[in-house]
Structures are given as structure tokens and as C-alpha cells.
């Protein structure tokens, strides 16, 4: 009886933290390896937009099609390789 009492008062405790974070926004982002101008693009953009609306707001996304994310990486690339 008293594991159970025990059980019940953890349950408690930690169960209000639980919906808490669950109303935290969350950030997606959605990259692709496709160029900007793929048919792909529109529908992942789509598919995103669906993300968001059935998560009511808490999950916010960001697609990012191959050029974007490669220029990206090859700048910071560039940017933290010193020069031989």
C-alpha cells in the first residue's frame, strides 16, 4: 500500500511538468536535397504547413531546400578552416 501511495504522489508531481512542456514551442526544420525549383519542394512545404496546423502552433517549421542549406555549410565551413 505504501508503493502504491508513492506511486500516485510521483504521478502527481511530475504530470502537471509533463503538460507544461508540451505547450513549448518546438523548432523543425525540414531540409531537402533537392534544388529550390523540384516539384518536391511545394509539397514538403505543404506537409510542413499540415505539421504546424495539427500540432496547434507548438511546432513551428522551416523548410530549407539543398542550395540554402549547402551555402550554409560551405560558408561556415570556410569560415572555421584556417588557411595552409
Do not use: C, F, N, Y
Not at 536535397?33 to 499540415?50: C, F, I, N, Q, R
Not at 530549407?64 to 561556415?76: G, Y
Amino acid at each position: 500500500m505504501k508503493k502504491l501511495a508513492l506511486a500516485v504522489l510521483i504521478g502527481t508531481a511530475i504530470l502537471p511538468s509533463l503538460a507544461l512542456a508540451q505547450d513549448k514551442e518546438v523548432q523543425l526544420k525540414i531540409s531537402l536535397w533537392v534544388p529550390p525549383a523540384h516539384p518536391l519542394v511545394p509539397s514538403t512545404k505543404d506537409w510542413a504547413a499540415d505539421i504546424e496546423k495539427g500540432s496547434g502552433g507548438t511546432i513551428k517549421t522551416t523548410v530549407v531546400p539543398s542550395s540554402s542549406a549547402r551555402r550554409s555549410t560551405i560558408t561556415t565551413w570556410r569560415a572555421t578552416a584556417s588557411p595552409t
